[in-house]
């Protein structure tokens, strides 16, 4: 029997938990934003409104208003900004599905069988572990060339390691059990066993990996971005909204300040949800 | 103890040899000719293409290319930079001390204020101060550093006008290399004959910032490692015993608590090497620092070959052994774990 780990309760716990709530009121704003970034703008995000360069935020320009200034170009930057939004949770989703698919796939193969299988997918974890995070995600992208899909994949790969050691450990733990041996004495397949009996055993800690690897995945990706091998321009993802706009450090400082507190926000946002989701759901600190 | 650091050395060949075929195998995918490279993309002769393809062992199989790459690591021989037409261990040797003094005063930035922040938070476990510091470390954790490097310099550089924006120290001093450590260097006698110590306050100055930027994400770590490993040990019975025994709580913070908690966070802090360069590399770019990670970027940038290459197998092969040696030390400093 499978235990049922996300129950009333668990809400019930986490409502009092008040980081993860902070966390929870930061990406819905966001998710707000990048949901409905079309309608809350009356500019595209690659409009070039001329005369209006490098305007201060609240200024105006003519009969044009600007909430939060515009860029080297004559580009609104509140527009950018949340259309940005858009492509950093984009970028976070996408980045959390592939590794915990991939990761959670070779860690559930790692842990349940042992031998030379478990033993070649460890060891590639230890080489991939031995490249420094940025470090591999660069030279990724510098085979597969710049460009926003690849800096997920790249993002990705980088992030496999902690997924497959994190569910190798819980299966390894899981395995062992009853149930499982229950199971196994009718006859159950290995498949039936490692999917159906023992993964819904392994959710917790991996809601709170990939809520972890959602900041991970987004800060990464701006990383890549502001060194100029994540998305390309035009696009307004915040990391190269940064790297365009050091030139007018001096200037035009809100031009730098506001993308990079964004990708603050934001990867905070997903650090306190994902703290807080471990302390729900770790049952040595229920009472 | 010998024995266990033996057979942990023996069980990293593994991980060692599959790093050497990732960074030479990843190498090879990089679109581009890296013999067109070296001889000029436009106009080169047929002849002179293939003599250089030959020299540089390009015409054989791959695999064999492999084991000629690895016999010539064996020497000490990394290659040549195609740009700088330099050794690549010449180039790595003659820019590490740059990052390592970088690396190092950032880790020294994060552990001065990590740990006292730690203790505090731990020591007044949900005050409003606890909240407060935690939040201010998960804050520091979530860092984009590329950015809190341009706001360091935009607040204390533009603004205040009191640390210099790049660089390690200012051009017009001549510094003589010895170590490579501009702190250690400025302070030898032919320099402060000279100059005084003028130098070393330029160097110290140029370090401030980058240190700061570099150290904001270990500094969180440590804070938060500090503060869970002492609530661990606070809960302990020789603490209720040492306060039973009237000793001052600060005494018992510091002398009983804090020293067991140090373990942990001895290992996390040893296992950040891989973060320090991480962090190197986008430091390094904002500060136009002339250290690895600058140097490795460029290289991506220009298709230097052999210096990514070089790069990378130095630079994981020293965080394996790293790893292995804080596994080690953590026994040696935790007698609980030796058999």
């Known amino acids: ?287 | 103890m010998l024995t266990h650091f033996l057979k942990k050395m023996l069980s990293l060949i593994p991980t060692l040899v599959g790093i050497s075929i990732i960074s030479f195998f990843l190498i090879r995918l990089i679109p581009g000719d890296p013999v067109l490279l070296l001889v000029g993309e436009r106009g080169a002769d047929p002849e002179v293409y293939m003599q250089m393809k030959k020299n540089l062992g390009l015409d054989l199989p791959i695999y064999q290319q492999y084991f000629h790459y690895i016999g010539n690591v064996f020497q000490g021989d990394l290659g040549t930079s195609i740009v700088s037409k330099r050794a690549v261990t010449e180039e790595f040797f003659g820019r590490f001390p740059a990052t390592l003094e970088l690396g190092v005063c950032a880790m020294v930035f994060a552990i001065l204020i990590g740990i006292p922040l730690g203790v505090i938070a731990a020591v007044k476990r949900n005050s409003p101060l606890d909240y407060i510091l935690m939040g201010t470390s998960l804050t520091g954790y979530s860092m984009p550093i590329f950015w809190w490097g341009l706001i360091l310099i935009l607040i204390f550089s533009v603004q205040l006008g009191i640390t210099p924006v790049s660089g390690r120290i200012d051009v017009i001093y001549d510094i003589p290399h010895l170590t490579g450590f501009y702190l250690i260097d400025t302070l030898s006698p032919t320099v402060i004959n000279e100059e005084g110590l003028m130098p070393f306050f330029s160097a110290l100055k140029h370090l401030i910032l980058p240190s700061i930027a570099m150290g904001t994400i270990p500094l969180a770590i440590t804070a938060r490692m500090t503060r869970s490993s002492m609530l661990e040990v606070l809960g302990e019975d020789f603490i209720r015993t040492a306060k039973a025994k009237g000793l001052s709580s600060t005494q018992i913070v510091i002398h009983h608590a804090l020293r067991n908690a140090l373990i942990p966070i001895v290992t996390v802090i040893g296992l950040m090497f891989g973060s320090i360069i991480t962090g190197a590399i986008l430091t390094e770019t904002i500060f136009s620092w002339p250290g690895i990670g600058k140097w490795l970027v460029a290289s991506i940038t220009s298709r230097d070959y052999p210096v990514i290459q070089g790069g990378l197998l130095f630079i994981a092969s020293m965080i394996v052994f790293i790893n292995a040696l804080v596994d080690t030390l953590y026994l040696l400093i935790n007698p609980k774990l030796r058999q």
């Open chain 1, 1 to 287: 029997m499978a235990i049922k780990i996300i129950d009333k309760d668990f809400f019930n716990r986490l409502k009092k938990n008040k980081g993860s709530m902070a966390g929870l009121f930061i990406i819905t704003f966001f998710l707000f934003l990048a949901i409905f970034a079309p309608f809350l703008s009356p500019y595209n995000f690659d409009q070039i409104n001329e005369g209006a360069l490098r305007l201060a935020p609240f200024s105006s320009h003519g009969e044009l208003s600007f909430l939060l200034g515009t860029d080297d170009l004559g580009r609104d930057l509140f527009t950018r900004l949340i259309f940005g939004a858009r492509i950093s949770l984009f970028i976070g989703f996408a980045v959390v599905i592939l590794s915990v698919t991939v990761g959670g796939l070779l860690g559930l193969i790692a842990g349940y069988y042992e031998g030379y299988i478990e033993r070649t997918i460890m060891r590639f974890v230890d080489i991939l572990m031995a490249f420094p995070s940025i470090l591999l995600a660069i030279v990724v992208v510098s085979v597969m060339g710049p460009g926003l899909l690849n800096a997920i994949v790249a993002v990705s790969v980088v992030s496999l390691p902690s997924f497959i050691r994190l569910v190798r450990a819980s299966v390894l733990i899981e395995k062992s059990k009853e149930y499982v041996q229950a199971s196994r004495s009718f006859g159950a397949s290995d498949f039936r066993i490692m999917f159906i009996e023992i993964l819904p055993n392994c959710i917790a800690p991996m809601i709170v990996q990939a809520t972890l690897g959602f900041s991970d995945g987004i800060l990464n990706a701006a990383a890549l971005g502001f060194l100029g091998l994540g998305a390309q321009p035009p696009t307004p993802e915040w990391g190269i909204m940064l790297a365009d706009s050091r030139a007018y450090i001096e200037g035009s400082p809100w031009l730098v300040t506001l993308p990079g507190l964004c990708i603050l926000i934001c990867v905070l946002g997903f650090n306190l949800l994902g703290d807080g989701l471990r302390d729900t759901l770790d049952p040595k600190l229920r009472k």
